[in-house]
């Protein structure tokens, strides 16, 4: 069965770095857009970033010129590098497989791993 699994968060000062991992089985990216997003205490869950089928990236405001998404085909993963956090990156951070349409909406996606949570101190 497809199963996605998040690795790599914890706790990081305000403009230090961290990299996520999602790992994915049970099917290969290589036909799937996948995206991150996350959501915070009390608010929706946000756009981060996405990366359809070719290698296209997409990005939310808010993250751009900070965050990196990439994916490696070969090893079946999709990785967000996060530099430059900020307090208000602090989040519970979601890797998702896009099903179809805009990547940038958690309407298209149709699996979710677990979550890795993502602590920013200012």
């Known amino acids: 069965q497809v199963q996605l699994v998040e690795s790599g968060g914890g706790l990081v000062q305000a403009g230090g770095s961290l990299r996520l991992s999602c790992a994915a089985s049970?099917?290969?990216?290589?036909?799937?857009?996948m995206g991150w997003f996350r959501q915070a205490p009390g608010k929706e869950r946000e756009f981060v970033a996405a990366?359809?089928?070719?290698?296209?990236?997409y990005y939310g405001d808010s993250v751009k010129g900070r965050f990196t998404i990439s994916r490696d085909n070969a090893k079946n993963t999709v990785a967000l590098q996060m530099n430059s956090l900020k307090y208000e990156d602090t989040a519970v951070y979601y890797c998702?497989?896009?099903?179809?349409?805009?990547?940038?909406?958690?309407?298209?996606?149709?699996?979710w791993g677990q979550g890795t949570p993502v602590t920013v101190s200012a």
């Open positions: 998702g497989r896009g099903e179809s349409g805009s990547l940038n909406r958690a309407t298209n996606y149709d699996y």
């Open positions: 049970g099917y290969t990216i290589s036909r799937f857009g």
């Open positions: 990366t359809n089928w070719n290698g296209n990236t």
